[in-house]
């Protein structure tokens, strides 16, 4: 079992910066795959970033304006969100896998775009 428990949600202007923490009770190390999916209302989740190996990967929508990366000391994964827009206002879901493989999701938190 792995437990995600994630932080860094809010309200924040457009173009504006937040960052995401996503902390993992299980070493990273030891995850076969670990990034953020997010849930706009009436939506299915969408992928947002992921990091597989050393290879990381985003949706079209957020190239050149967020960057996943991760701390191997704390377990934990982030997410840098800049040039904010009220589009990616949505439900942001912290998701790993394991080798076998297993789904695992965070709790969620909320982010709002919004003047």
């Known amino acids: 079992q792995v437990q995600l428990v994630e932080s860094g949600g809010g309200l924040v202007q457009p173009g504006g910066s937040l960052r995401l923490s996503c902390a993992s009770s299980?070493?990273?190390?030891?995850?076969?795959?670990m990034g953020w999916y997010r849930q706009f209302p009436g939506k299915e989740r969408e992928l947002v970033a992921t990091?597989?190996?050393?290879?990381?990967n985003y949706t079209d929508s957020v190239k050149g304006r967020f960057i996943l990366s991760r701390d191997i000391t704390k377990n934990t994964v982030y997410l840098q969100m800049a040039n904010l827009k009220p589009g990616d206002t949505a439900v942001y879901f912290c998701?790993?896998?394991?080798?076998?493989?297993?789904?695992?999701w965070g709790q969620g938190t909320q982010v709002t775009v919004s003047s």
């Open positions: 998701h790993a896998t394991d080798d076998l493989p297993f789904h695992y």
């Open positions: 990091i597989l190996g050393d290879r990381s």
């Open positions: 299980r070493s990273i190390l030891e995850l076969r795959s």
